[in-house]
């Protein structure tokens, strides 16, 4: 699955973050940041999921 963030629309909630740890994290910016492209991880469709701005995509 490929794993998209839109820096422009995220709020840096962390909530992708705590969800899912070996996918997202939050960077020096205070966004979310993806620390892989690509990913099998079930977490990470969770994350895209109860991101509250939908700035997380997962296909």
């Given at each position: 699955?490929?794993?998209?963030?839109?820096?422009?629309?995220?709020i840096?909630?962390?909530?992708?973050?705590?969800?899912?740890?070996?996918?997202?994290?939050?960077?020096?910016?205070?966004?979310?940041?993806?620390?892989?492209?690509?990913?099998?991880?079930?977490?990470?469709?969770e994350?895209?999921?109860?991101?509250?701005?939908?700035?997380?995509?997962?296909?």
């Amino acid at each position: 699955m490929k794993v998209t963030i839109d820096r422009d629309t995220c709020i840096g909630c962390g909530v992708c973050a705590s969800i899912c740890p070996d996918v997202f994290e939050i960077d020096d910016e205070g966004k979310a940041k993806a620390l892989v492209a690509e990913t099998d991880l079930e977490c990470a469709k969770e994350a895209a999921e109860s991101c509250p701005t939908g700035s997380i995509t997962v296909e």
